[in-house]
């Protein structure tokens, strides 16, 4: 079955911190990964996705098959990134997203 | 405003009407997605459309619910005597290959609250 898991509803951490959103997933093909943030009253947009390896407003998250994992990342919390985040993961043939119940992202200033 | 527009924004209505939410994909995407979304959990699939194909369809989807897609561009979503339980934020996203991966953008979404 195709599943992706967020095991934490709500992060919370201090500005310049490092932060680490996990996310788990179940596919038995190659999975295509994204994630996905919402920050308040705006729509869900793209933040990033594994298949171009980039680094968007300083988060990088790196796809670990052994793991099935695509844990999110950024070295130092700023009090913009408070948002919602959901990992989702696309299969193949229609491109559809299962996504993740979302983390809470709250940056203290 | 070149993005996804979804029409309502907001919709209140008794239990037992019909409501219907349009989306506006952006022109050039020929794939189109309903999601539903409730409070503290991620947006579930609800169908898709390559172009005006209906091409899948999930069990949450009851037969209370239809989308179309009549020419390939704009999307209807119609839910029949309403419930309680459809309460909640219905979002629609259109799709476009970039560097080998289909991205989707999402509309801001039409909320339902059913009363």
């Known amino acids: 079955a195709q599943r992706v898991t967020q095991p934490e509803k709500l992060l919370s951490v201090f500005k310049g911190a490092p932060v680490e959103l996990k996310c788990n997933y179940s596919?038995?093909?190659?999975?295509?990964l994204f994630w996905y943030v919402q920050y308040s009253r705006q729509r869900l947009q793209l933040l990033l996705r594994?298949?171009s390896r980039e680094s968007i407003k300083g988060f990088t998250a790196d796809l670990n098959k052994g793991e099935t994992s695509f844990h999110l990342k950024k070295p130092f919390a700023q009090e913009e990134d408070s948002a919602m985040y959901y990992c989702?993961?696309?299969?193949?043939?229609?491109?559809?997203?299962?996504f993740g119940q979302g983390t809470t992202l709250q940056v203290k200033p | 405003d070149t993005g996804v527009s979804q029409d309502p924004r907001h919709k209140i209505t008794k239990r037992g009407q019909n409501v219907t939410f349009r989306c506006d994909p952006i022109?050039?995407?020929?794939?189109l997605y309903w999601y539903r979304q409730t409070l503290g959990q991620g947006p579930e699939f609800l169908t898709y459309?390559?172009?005006?194909?209906?091409?899948?369809k999930s069990r949450l989807l009851s037969d209370r619910f239809s989308a179309e897609r009549p020419k390939g561009s704009f999307s209807t979503l119609e839910i029949q005597r309403t419930e309680q339980g459809d309460s909640a934020m219905y979002l629609c996203?259109?799709?476009?290959?970039?560097?080998?991966?289909?991205?989707?953008?999402f509309g801001a979404g039409s909320r339902l609250t059913v009363l």
């Open positions: 996203a259109s799709s476009t290959w970039i560097s080998g991966a289909n991205v989707l953008t």
């Open positions: 596919y038995s093909g190659s999975p295509e």
């Open positions: 594994h298949i």
């Open positions: 989702a993961l696309s299969a193949s043939n229609t491109g559809k997203l299962i």
């Open positions: 022109s050039e995407h020929n794939r």
């Open positions: 459309f390559q172009n005006e194909a209906q091409l899948e």
